[in-house]
């Protein structure tokens, strides 16, 4: 991310605005390398940015109005009134950036308005969170511009509560986070109860190995039931184990808890999810700490069949890809994210790397499903001004 997209960027800023952005500003998209559906159980997350970005040139407007424009999305720019926003009103892409521009708003600031486009080159619907992206980046830019003096993590949780209340997904706090307080060479070892962080020395390349992301192209919806419903069992568990979250189960009485939620089937399957995986980020961390960074392979493995089997939030292709990655050699792999399909991470050998692509590509073929996207993920830079 350079002068260059700042500059164009801006030109088509001048285009449709007829003046000179007062800024550009970058917030990547992530994946995470294990802790999943852990976010909104208060536990550990280990997600690292992705080089791609949402970018935006932004100017403020002191008349009440907020224009977006979307470089992907060709259409004039949307007029809308700061004031008028109004929460659940807006079931397009603009609910994302108007949402931050409520948030703030609610909040507080004295946000008058802004003229705002966007382009990102973060794959959508790729559970490589797109949405944080474009939230990320306008409030960044919102921040900078109204100098509202606020740190990332306080971004995070404002564009948290923008998608939970504007947009109305569910969603916990760790995309929001990772794209705003992530760096590059690092993984982001986020303690989503208190937001406290450790950034962890991740950089596969200078140990001979990659870190593959398969987007399987198979589209996946947060609003859309499923992701909530594993929210409600997880708060059920919670209530029924008497603790403020799962998080509060220690490792050690698992088995225990489990006991005591009795006949409840599904509960129980979703808190031993929840609580392996927050042991399982823990491992990963020690693990990458001790310079052990191969044997976090077969952990990210385990992680897998627990989403597939206890959270259930698996689908044929993501499996088809962990199952085939696995076989021709990976060191291991696992679907990122939200799931329902989106994409999985496959970590390779360096010199394993085409070997492992083709046989992916080629069980894709074989069980007749559209060609996935295979790139590498280099941990990159999170939001930050570009231009
Ligand atoms: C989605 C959500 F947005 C995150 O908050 C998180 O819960 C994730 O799914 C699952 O770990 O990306």
Known sequence: MGEAVAETVGERFRELYGA???????????????????????????????????????????????????????????????????????????????????????????????????????????????SAALEVVVALALNDLYSLG??????????????????????????????????????????????????????????????????????????????????AGCEKGAALLGVDALRDVPYAELDAALERLGDEEEVRRLVRHVVTEDERVERVVSLLESGDTRAIGPVLVEGHASLRDDFRISCRELDLVVDTAVAAGALGARMTGGGFGGSAIVLVEAADVDTVTKAVEDAFAAADLKTPRVFEAVPSAGARRVG
């Not at 397009?92 to 946000?111: K, M």
């Not at 794209?179 to 986020?190: I, K, Q, R």
Request: charged letters at 20%; aromatic letters at 6%.
């Open 150 to 231: 606020l740190r990332g993590w306080q971004l995070a949780r404002l564009c948290q509560r923008a998608e939970n209340v504007y947009v109305g997904a569910p969603v916990g706090i760790m995309d929001q986070t990772a794209s705003a307080c992530c760096e590059a060479g690092h993984a982001l070892f986020l303690d989503t109860r208190d937001l406290s962080q450790r950034q962890i020395p991740f950089d596969l390349a200078a140990e001979g190995m990659r870190l593959l992301v398969v987007d399987t192209r198979v589209k996946h919806s947060h609003s859309e039931g499923e992701y909530g419903k594993r929210r």
């Open 20 to 130: 000179e952005p007062e800024g550009v500003w970058a917030a990547p998209g992530r994946v995470n390398l294990i802790g999943e559906h852990t976010d909104y159980n208060d536990g550990f997350v280990m997600p690292f940015a992705l080089p791609h970005t949402a970018v935006a040139a932004v100017s403020r407007r002191d008349d009440g109005v907020l224009r977006l424009h979307s470089a992907d999305i060709t259409a004039d720019p949307v007029e809308l009134r700061v004031a008028d926003l109004t929460p659940g009103s807006d079931k397009a892409w603009t609910a994302y950036p108007s949402g931050v521009v409520w948030a703030l708003r609610e909040a507080g600031h004295d946000v008058t308005g802004a003229d705002v486009h966007l382009t990102s080159t973060v794959p959508s619907g790729a559970g490589l969170s797109s």
